[in-house]
């Protein structure tokens, strides 16, 4: 596993935008904002939402999983991928809560509110 099927398992509310590969980056601010961005316009997903303890869940196992933490004293996950795609994540105290997708190709960076 080099990519995105490693964190896959924790993301299914979101993994057929995280498969589609028109697709630049997947933002997930809060459990039931979940964000696209299609060739460089951004756009809201709606009906799509991840549960608050899920996403929470989901987050800490994706770190994990990346040989990375995250918790209330380290807020901020920035990770790769084997394949070089990033993975970012931001939560409490720092953010509501959140996870970014960003395609390895994508030379830019990201920032969860």
């Given amino acids: 596993m080099n990519g995105f099927e490693m964190i896959l398992p924790?993301?299914?509310?979101?993994?057929?935008?995280i498969l589609d590969d028109s697709i630049s980056e997947v933002m997930v601010n809060g459990s039931n904002h979940v964000f696209i961005e299609k060739q460089g316009f951004l756009q809201p997903v709606p009906g799509v939402a991840l549960g608050e303890k899920s996403l929470m869940v989901a987050v800490k196992n994706i770190a994990r999983r990346l040989g990375d933490d995250i918790s209330e004293?380290?807020?901020?996950l920035d990770?790769?991928?084997?394949?070089?795609?990033?993975?970012?994540?931001?939560?409490?105290p720092c953010s509501l809560g959140g996870v970014n997708k960003e395609s390895a190709s994508r030379l830019s960076s990201v920032t969860s509110n």
Avoid: M, Q, T, W
């Fill in 10 to 17: 924790f993301l299914k509310p979101i993994e057929h935008l």
């Fill in 73 to 76: 004293s380290k807020p901020i």
């Fill in 79 to 92: 990770s790769r991928l084997p394949d070089g795609s990033r993975v970012a994540a931001v939560i409490p």
